[in-house]
């Protein structure tokens, strides 16, 4: 009967990092019901999911002396032992029953996937409780006639390549699926299946496979959050009738801890040359589409395909969905705020998935008839295989394609041949026999474990916690070494690593008693300890954190002699240890107290995004690309983005600069494109280290390569408020880069204008006496406005740039970039750029511009792909790098400063400034203005008799007093202005004299034009008497 997949979701608690941050949980539940409200909008009713499971791990428990996390009474905290006994326990029944059980776990990286099916320390999960149980029950059920036979298997897909945890050596390209012709089914070619007799057993295989995973994960710097790993217990029971004849009940039990969900988008492949990032994990993405096929199926929908054949996993899971198959899923939530696209984008997942329905029947087979059956089949194989002939559908095929498609298919019958003998073969009275010898089996686990407490080792630490303390390295007495084994085997060092920059003789370790001496081997060598290189020999400490190469990351423990410093944490972790690195490199890493939330995020993703970047400078060194990289903050002003509201967001950014070593091209990556091309880098690191030849690799598919682009030497922004009064603004503008490093100068000009360009005399200008720009914006509101932008020249420090100079600006409302010529063949070029900026009503929007808006000006770098120095190409990237590192560091100003968070400096103090040059401007205005009225007064003054025309006189004052002048707010008016008000009314007085003399009705026209009630009557005895005391 058809039955719907069951569906838990489960709430982590905040791990430390989002208690630092503040975070709010978004995640409530009730019942069945789970609800996720978003940060962003906290008066939107919160969206409620119902699951057949919605369980509360968030808060609510209590940690024992043993670390087991128990629920305090009353408390809705569902514990290990809960989500077991409502999920578990049902499995088990099920495997009993004969069916196929499968358990998967979804989420993002880091929401507790792993906590679920396999635990940490005493707190068990899901698959070690089943495992355990399992045998419990059978033991107890322990009846005459039945026999029951566990083997186990565990695999790991990644990057599309099945690798079999249970073996270290692992064929390249990975393991093969199959499909079964008869069954359709697929399995996997080869893959280990063991013979388990108990419980620690299978805790000794999960401890090994998850020892290889680690290895493996660590020499193919693979992140494991990227892998799906996928137990297998296949569970036959055998009872026997009394005529002797045997049935065989079986379940195959799939537990799968899937890779975490990241999204797409934020892979970044979207914007990238190079798109396989869309498909960094593509066995997730096609699960994802089978899920929804298959909802869409039972909501109905005819002619659905359901693309199973899409990815390893979704074939390896075509049971565990829509098949014969009882189905768990359980999706794990992240209760932070800063999650919730990621919470949401899994919570749909979960309620898409709860709707598909599968068919599960009891396998239960008399041996006879299965034996039968597979010996029957195998006959037809290899007749199939002797037999040729042409296959069907191979008409129109070359002969070369028929000759690889026969290949192919041969290679299918043996490897089905081979799966069909290791059943037959395992009916057999073999099977005590096979549990024997694999129980006798070394597993490499649990060998040295009473040496943890005695001797001095290293233990691993990953990103991934669950890969975190496995794999340990005990230093003997005496002289031991660490390195990589040769390719060709020559070399054995004690101390084993492979992968990224590890030399085959990387170090050497002395321990002579309780005291352990690095030292490296030869310069290259690189070691970090406690985040700082190491050059000479250094004595270890307990707890000290070691990097040998780029990324086999280790805490020493030296357990007779504890001389570790009081204020390290009890246990030393990953994150911890990174932190310490990116602090070396002079990255904020501290408290994340009082930082907002985008520079918390920045940290964050600084933290993260640091041992990416040494590992894709380790590969380019090891394949010797000439390439290096670094990571850069980039502050919105930086970018451009600030309040400009035409690019983007206004955050902070991570990117990623990669430089040509060679002729010193540089390209800024975002984020996303780096991590898409590191996912390509690494795939064509394996590649090379599978021997494959990569000098072959065309550029176009080269990640390393980049078509040349100019480069963004520094941008400078220029505030706007001036134009409100409105004024022009010359202005050499500082140009910084996105560490705040004075690159040059742009010469800028901007001035109100006609609409046909003409400046505006300058002192038609002193328009408007409002004091505030608001106000004086105000003025403009409702009116045609334009005004002029020059870029007039510009100045760069560095000879390099002289390739070719452009700047780039975009002016509100601007969908595309304005630029200037490329000046080519100076450092200083003259760009006599001038454009009109025409506002046909200057609205709301340009007011807003004009108060808190800027525009950003970009001076960009010409770049060719010119020829490499020739002196620079005989040496090595890793040379080079090296070259690189040390020029830095002898510089004596340390730029290191500009990296702290608070990226945001850069810009306030150009806002400031300009807002400084725009007072300074107004002031300016204010003394010419008063300087001219005075100058006025004085010419009038100094005429004599009937020269004493006022006409002329009281055009001129008019002309700069009242001309545009519409504002109503007297206490506008400086006291230096007063001063000229005085001079106007001594004019007055003058003028009454004179109207005795002269023809009165032209005076009095005059007059009338002159009066500005405002000024004259309000304002103009107060000032007055201000005025005088000031004469
Ligand atoms: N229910 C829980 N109770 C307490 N701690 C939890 C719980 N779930 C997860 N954690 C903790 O959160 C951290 C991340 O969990 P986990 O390793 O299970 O994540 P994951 O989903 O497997 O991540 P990845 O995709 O990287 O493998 C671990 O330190 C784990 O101990
Ligand atoms: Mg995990």
Redesign the pocket.
């Known amino acids: 009967m058809a039955e719907a997949v069951k569906v838990a979701v ?1 709430c ?2 905040f ?1 430390q990092r989002e208690k630092d941050r503040n975070a709010k949980c978004i995640i409530n539940m009730n019942g069945q019901n789970t609800t996720i409200a978003n940060p962003d909008t906290p008066k939107e009713e919160p969206k409620t999911f119902a699951f057949d499971y919605s369980y509360w ?1 968030h808060d609510g428990f209590t940690e024992d002396s043993e670390g087991v ?1 128990n629920p305090i009474p009353g408390s809705k905290y569902a514990s290990q032992q809960i989500v077991f006994d409502n999920l578990g326990k049902g499995v088990l029944n099920n495997a009993f029953e004969g069916y196929n059980c499968s358990l998967f776990a979804y ?1 993002q ?8 099916m396999v635990g ?1 320390g005493k ?1 068990r999960g899901i698959v070690p409780i089943i495992c355990d149980d399992l045998f419990k029950t059978m033991n107890q059920n322990n009846a005459a006639n039945m026999r029951y036979e566990v083997t186990f298997s565990m695999l790991e897909i990644y990057n599309e390549q099945v690798r079999d945890l249970l073996q270290k050596e692992n064929p390249k390209g990975g393991l093969q699926v199959r499909q079964n012709p008869k069954l359709g089914l697929f399995y996997v070619q080869s893959l280990k299946y063991v013979p388990v007799g108990s419980y620690a057993e299978i805790e000794k295989r999960i401890e090994q496979g998850t020892a290889n995973r680690t290895v493996a994960s660590t020499n193919m710097n693979a992140t ?2 990227r892998a799906h790993t996928v137990v297998t217990i296949i569970f036959d029971q055998i009872s026997k009738d009394d005529s002797g004849s045997e049935t065989k009940k079986s379940s195959v039990m799939n537990l799968v ?1 899937l ?2 969900s990241e999204r797409a988008d934020s892979t970044g492949a979207t914007g990238d040359r190079l798109k396989e990032g869309a498909n960094i994990n593509k066995s997730l993405s096609a699960l994802g589409n089978v899920i929804s096929a298959l909802a869409d199926q039972s909501m109905g929908k005819k002619k659905v395909l359901v693309p199973y054949r899409d990815s390893v996993l979704t074939k390896l899971l075509q049971n565990a969905l829509g098949g014969n198959s009882k189905t768990i899923m359980i999706a ?1 939530l992240s209760p932070a705020d800063i999650n919730y696209d990621e919470t949401l984008s899994t919570l749909r997942y979960a309620d898409r998935a709860k709707k598909i329905k599968n068919n599960a029947v009891v396998n239960e087979n008399p041996i006879d008839k299965l034996i039968r059956e597979l010996k029957e089949e195998n006959e037809r194989l290899k007749k199939s295989m002797s037999g040729g002939g042409v296959m069907p559908g191979s008409t129109g095929m070359s002969a070369e394609d028929i000759e690889k498609m026969k290949k192919d298919m041969e290679e299918e019958i043996r490897a089905q041949l081979e799966a069909n003998m290791a059943v037959i073969g395992s009916n057999s009275a073999t099977w005590e026999e096979r549990l024997k010898q694999a129980q006798n089996e070394d597993t490499g686990v649990d060998q040295y474990a009473d040496r943890k407490t005695k001797d001095p080792h290293f233990v691993n630490l990953n990103e ?3 890969l975190s303390n496995v794999i340990f390295h005990y230093i003997n007495p005496g002289v031991s070494t660490v390195g990589r084994q040769d390719r060709d085997g020559k070399s054995k060092p004690d101390i084993c690593l492979s992968g990224l920059s590890i030399l085959s003789e990387h170090a050497t370790l002395t321990c002579s008693g309780v005291t352990v001496e690095l030292k490296p081997a030869e310069q290259g060598a690189k070691i970090k300890i406690n985040g700082q290189p190491v050059t000479g020999t250094q004595t270890l400490v307990n707890k000290d954190r070691v990097m040998f190469g780029s990324n086999h990351l280790y805490v020493f423990i030296n357990p007779k002699n504890d001389d570790s410093a009081d204020d390290l944490p009890k246990n030393i972790t990953y994150e911890f240890a990174q932190k310490e690195i990116a602090q070396a490199k002079g990255f904020a890493t501290g408290s994340t107290a009082g930082l907002t939330k985008e520079q918390q995020i920045v940290q964050e993703q600084v933290l993260e995004i640091l041992p990416m970047v040494s590992e894709v400078n380790a590969i380019s060194e090891e394949l010797n690309k000439y390439r290096s990289f670094e990571v850069v903050l980039l502050s919105a002003a930086a970018r451009g983005a600030a309040n400009s509201g035409s690019r983007g967001d206004d955050n902070t950014r991570v990117m990623v600069k990669m430089k040509n070593l060679l002729n010193s091209n540089t390209w800024l990556w975002e984020r996303g494109k780096f991590m898409n091309r590191r996912y390509i880098m690494q795939e064509m690191y394996q590649s090379w280290l599978d021997g494959e030849d990569m000098s072959k690799t065309k550029e176009n598919d080269d990640p390393f390569w980049e078509p040349t682009e100019d480069v963004l030497i520094g941008t400078t922004n220029m505030y706007l408020r001036f134009l409100c009064f409105p004024m022009d603004f010359d202005y050499p503008a500082p140009v910084k880069d996105y560490k705040g490093q004075d690159e040059g100068v742009i010469d800028l000009y901007i001035t109100p204008c006609t609409a046909n360009g003409k400046n505006i005399q300058d002192l038609d200008l002193i328009a408007s006496e409002a004091v505030e720009p608001e106000e004086a914006a105000e003025e403009l509101r409702g009116k045609p406005f334009n005004f002029k932008i020059d870029v007039i020249s510009a100045r760069v420090d560095k000879a390099r740039f002289s390739k070719g100079l452009k700047v780039k600006y975009k002016m509100l409302k601007d969908k595309e970039d304005t630029e200037t010529k490329m000046v080519k063949g100076t450092v200083n070029p003259e760009f006599k750029h001038s454009k009109v900026v025409k506002i046909p009503t200057v609205t709301q929007e340009w007011i807003d511009f004009f108060l808190t808006g800027h525009v950003t000006f970009e001076l960009y770098g010409l770049q060719q792909e010119s020829a490499n120095d020739v002196k620079l190409a005989k040496m090595s990237t890793k040379e080079l790098r090296q070259l690189e590192q040390l020029q830095k560091t002898s510089q004596i100003t340390r730029r290191d400063t500009s990296f702290s968070l608070n990226t945001a400096g850069n810009d306030s103090d150009s806002r400031l400034k300009s807002e400084f040059v725009l007072l300074e401007r107004k002031y300016e205005r204010l003394l010419q203005k008063e300087k001219r009225l005075q100058q006025l007064c004085e010419e009038w003054n100094s005429k004599s008799g009937i020269e004493k025309q006022f006409k002329p006189f009281h055009t001129a004052v008019n002309n700069l007093v009242s001309a545009g002048a519409t504002s109503n707010n007297t206490a506008s008016l400086s006291r230096r202005t007063s001063v000229v008000l005085t001079q106007i009314l001594a004019g007055q007085k003058a003028l009454k004299e004179q109207r005795q003399n002269s023809d009165g009705t032209e005076v009095l026209q005059a007059n009338k034009q002159i009066q500005n009630p405002t000024i004259e009557d309000k304002q103009g005895n107060e000032t007055q008497s201000k005025a005088c005391t000031l004469m």
Do not use: I, Q, V
Request: glycine share 16%; net charge positive.
């Open positions: 489960r982590r608690p791990n791990s996390l989420g990286t880091g929401s507790g996937k792993s906590y679920s940490y707190n494991s959050s801890d890779a975490g794990a991934d916690p669950m």
